[in-house]
């Protein structure tokens, strides 16, 4: 799969659960051991980090995996911002994660961090 792929999976992953939220996030991630494992945001109404999408996903991933993060508008189905907060980027740091891509709005496919 390629970097496209695997951000659709992603968004496709969001978009399995439908609720009052402006958005909703999808994460993905490539282990080291190839295998791909999702996760979403959790379904709490005051979210949490622990509820955050990519906290939720490095309890599937391994040290060393390459993570991607989508956020969907719930009203029109756009991508938009969805760069990991501080501490999702401090977590991820801590789990060896290197590369972090995430869709940063309707006109730009991706962007790519280097943690």
Known sequence: MNTEDIMKLA???AVKRKDHRDFLV???AIRADG???VSRNGNTLKPTHASHAESRLMKKAGH???VFV???RNDNG???MAKPC???QALLKSKGVVLVYYTSGPDKAYEIMKL
């Open 70 to 72: 989508v956020r969907i």
């Open 86 to 88: 501080a501490k999702c």
């Open 26 to 28: 999808g994460a993905a």
């Open 78 to 80: 756009n991508t938009a």
């Open 11 to 13: 968004a496709s992953f």
């Open 64 to 66: 060393g995996s390459v």
């Open 35 to 37: 295998a791909i494992v």
